[in-house]
């Protein structure tokens, strides 16, 4: 029976309630498929920084280099907003996990569940039958990494930088991401003012001949702002650096109205004919405000989980129940508070982790 | 009689049409005020490079120079998107028209005018009654502007930097923009992960304490971009450095739907007790699928006549009776092709002209 090590990093907030039954949704994945999950916990963001000092511990780091991947709750809380930046919960865990395991892909599906189209604030005209955009992020460079950067208190600035070999990385992973889905690619940047974007629209430009299959456009990012308002069904997949993914991939998700349901992964590069080492997390934050009362939706983190079968496991089958299953669950009219509208059934964190774990 | 020079700049696609509306309009303000404009034309964009071989000639820099204000239509077009990004027509006239004449203030009201509010992407629950978000942009720093920047084929960079006195200007303006209005102040930034806007938070915090009739909050710029689709109606005043406010601006301004209705303000500034130069514009492009059929909606344009009277001339009363025209116009049911809707009249660019011309 193979055996598969995770590292469960819930962290704060809703974290916790969500990722237990995300466990067990994985638990009758593991039966299903006659194998076993060995989950690692580990403390990060607020909960880290009260227990041992610190948003991502030296501990942590150990415990999700020894996993075959890691699956992430959410952080942050009032308690650690009065915190410089760079300690937060948000900050200090994330972008010091991306930086040290490699994870310079991020994957953020915007799906519109066809059960949840009414939860949109865009029009039912403009949403129709719902819509399914990748947003394909750049994760570990760009102007978040990039050297000089400091502020004195009279001038502060920082450097925006991508390499020919960063943009063809990136780009690769989008363009075989284009590929399993419809095969539609807009590459965003912002090439009429910024050299990086030029840089990038012609490695992007360049690599498009490789793939003939793929349909390439480009849009600028102001552009692209407003279509996603606009006609956000245009959009199969959208390639986006650190920076501009960072905004889009936030607009996308709100548009579908139901931040609550979707998932993302980041994810590290594999050595050939290997899968990636990544981490998962639900799209949404923390939620504070409601921690601890066992109403929060947990299918965000369920499909995180789900997406960690498929990219870092090669589950993809399993993925398939698990989707399937949230499905199902909503067919049943069960909704939690987030998503709650008039004639469906409402249940709790529990409930709606019981019931998809009870579709697999 | 005050005698007024307008540098007038109608540019390409429906650039020129839409500017000839917005002179008739200007002119019935003259009548009624009793002063004159005189209207210096010059070329610019696409025009300017057929004619002269580039998008900002020498003269029409000379012919800006010597006006009061600018009255700018739109540039760019198919023909010339062929260029390199920097001799094309937007990029290659608005960067420098900003840099030459040191137009720091971007201000772009994003307005759902009642009539037309049924023309938003967003859903009814959420327009409510309308919004009117004011984004004031800063632009002729940050990242547009910051040195080095480069692209060797290799490598891409870009440099974002703003001073503390920059930051205080643009802040300055946005407070007392604020003031005007709703008495409400979004700073945008990201500071959790940029220096620079560490460096932009911390001086519009302690601007903050010198406004103290103003409520000052703070907001990343991926939190932004969701909230203006959630709940535009909490923003006010919404202050943004120039890449973030490039972006959230044109969001902000398709969640209005009439992008043909919207004008800005870029703003110079002001010797003390004088009024800013100023170069107006609609916020739209300049649409080339449509120009020359008469189709095309003037009142962007329009409004950006008026905002010149306000911020440039000082004549306040004069904007009002111009926007009091158009909601006239607009109440007795005309409309061009553009925000058209069933039970409407839809009219031409020369006749909504004339309509609203004849209401002033
Ligand atoms: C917390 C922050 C550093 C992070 C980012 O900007 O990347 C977050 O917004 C995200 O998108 O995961
Ligand atoms: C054309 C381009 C340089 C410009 C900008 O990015 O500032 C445009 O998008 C705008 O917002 O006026």
Redesign the pocket.
């Known amino acids: 029976m193979k055996t598969y090590t995770i590292a469960v990093l819930p962290g704060d907030g809703i974290g916790p309630e969500v990722m237990a039954e995300a466990e067990k949704v994985l638990a009758k994945i593991a039966g299903k498929y006659d194998l076993s999950f060995n989950f690692t916990p580990a403390d990060v963001g607020g909960i880290a920084i009260d227990r041992h000092g610190k948003a991502l511990p030296e501990d942590t780091v150990e415990t999700c280099r020894k996993a075959d991947a890691v699956l992430f709750g959410s952080v942050g809380g009032p308690k650690w907003e009065t915190l410089p930046p760079e300690e937060q919960p ?2 200090g865990a ?2 010091p996990l ?1 930086k040290i395991f490699g994870l310079f892909a ?1 994957l953020r599906p915007a799906i519109v569940f066809p059960q949840l189209k009414e939860a949109s604030p865009l029009k039912a005209g403009i949403i129709g039958e719902g819509f399914d955009v990748m947003v394909v992020r750049e ?1 570990t460079g760009g102007i ?1 990494f990039g050297q000089p950067k400091g502020n004195d208190g009279v001038k502060g600035f920082d450097t925006m930088v991508y390499t020919a070999d960063e943009i063809e990385r990136i780009g690769r992973l989008a363009f075989e991401t284009a590929r399993r889905r419809n095969s539609r690619l807009v590459s965003i940047d912002k090439a009429n003012v910024l050299s990086t974007m030029v840089l990038w629209r012609q490695v992007i430009t360049k690599l498009g001949a490789e793939y003939p299959d793929v349909s390439l456009s480009h849009m600028y990012v102001d552009n692209a702002a407003m279509q996603l308002v606009r006609n956000p069904r245009q959009f199969d997949v959208m390639l986006c650096g ?1 920076m501009f993914g ?1 905004i889009l ?2 607009e996308a998700s709100m548009i579908t109205g139901s931040l609550g349901m979707l998932p993302s992964a980041s994810l590290a590069e594999a050595s050939e004919g290997e899968l990636p080492f990544g981490l998962y997390e639900p799209s949404g934050g923390s939620a504070p405000d409601i921690a601890g009362q066992g109403i929060a939706n947990p299918i965000a983190q369920i499909l995180s989980a789900g997406m960690l079968l498929k990219y870092s496991l090669g589950l993809d089958k399993a993925y398939d129940d698990i989707y399937a299953a949230i499905e199902g669950v909503l067919d049943e009219g069960y909704r939690t508070a987030d998503i709650m509208s008039p004639g469906m059934k409402q249940i709790g964190t529990g409930e709606m982790g019981d019931r998809i774990a009870g579709k697999i």
Chains 1, 2 share one sequence.
């Open positions: 948000e900050r994330l972008l991306r991020n994760l978040y650190n960072d991939s936030d």
